[in-house]
């Protein structure tokens, strides 16, 4: 496999492991965010400072970073779901959430301001990154069908009645969001170690707004339709690099097309599981056979 694959493969892999704990707060507890990218910088400088400036091993400051992002999601989870702010203005809470974050980053000493952090060790290869994409799968699989997991879609499919029914609609966001910060915290980490430069300019609104496009797109209620998602969202820069102003252009067009012709995104409510790939196959040879018979 070329350097080049890999290094695709790499940040869709990284992309995916973000979208996936966005995928378990936006399609299964129901709120909006337009700030993970606050989460995906405070992973990859807090990885950044504990690899370069203090010596740590990479694998414990990939956790480390993932737990620091976990930790600051409350700093504005506490409030804001306190307060039972609805979608919309929860939205424009972590939209600020994010600027603030950025303009915090930029000021900081240890952070080297705009100037960044340069020379890290691209630790992120692709089998490290690999098995940190499917634990991270693994565990919000785990999440999302136990007891928490289908309180969490009850909450986003009426969450006057799931309060009703005596469930506590600030411990289920708020456990949602710390989950999607801590792995958006450990995608950034990875980012970090593979791009191997950071400024907090790399973390804005936009890379927020393609996550948030990456769920909305591969479905609201499924797991496996976001990481897909992600991953062709990951590989449109690379198709479009001829083009690379098209890009932009790619993403409204995708995202138009799936609202028009899917609006419960590609997957909708299901998962792609290997049984069902499975019965695909099957299905799929038992057509070839009858028409080969046929004929």
Known sequence: ????????????????????????????????????????????????????????????????????????????????????????????????????????????????????LPGLTPYSTLPVVFIFFVLVTFVAKNFVFSRYGRMAIAV???????????????????????????CAGIGGAFQAHYITYIQPNMFTNVQSTLLTASVVAGGMGSLTGPIIAALVFAAIPEVLRVANMWRLVAYGGILVAIMVFRPQGIFGYKELTFKGIYRGYKHLAAKVTGQGGAK
Not at 16 to 36: E, K, Q
Not at 84 to 96: E, N, Q
Not at 159 to 180: D, T, W
């Open 156 to 182: 986003r499919e009426d969450f006057v009645a799931a309060e009703m029914a005596g469930i506590n609609l600030f411990n289920v966001r708020l456990r949602s969001l710390f989950f999607s910060a801590v």
């Open 1 to 116: 496999m070329s350097y080049y694959v890999q290094g695709v493969l790499i940040m869709a892999m990284i992309n995916a492991i973000s979208v996936v704990g966005l995928s378990v707060f936006t399609g299964f507890t129901g709120l909006m965010s337009l700030g993970h990218a606050a989460f995906i910088a405070i992973g990859a400088y807090t990885a950044a400072i504990l690899t370069k400036l203090y010596g740590f091993p990479f694998v414990p400051s990939v956790v480390l970073a993932g737990i620091m992002a976990g930790m600051v999601s409350l700093v504005i989870g506490i409030p804001t779901l306190r307060a039972k702010l609805r979608s919309d203005y929860f939205t424009i809470a972590t939209l600020g959430f994010g600027e603030a974050m950025r303009v915090l980053l930029e000021n900081l000493p240890i952070t080297q301001g705009a100037r960044g």
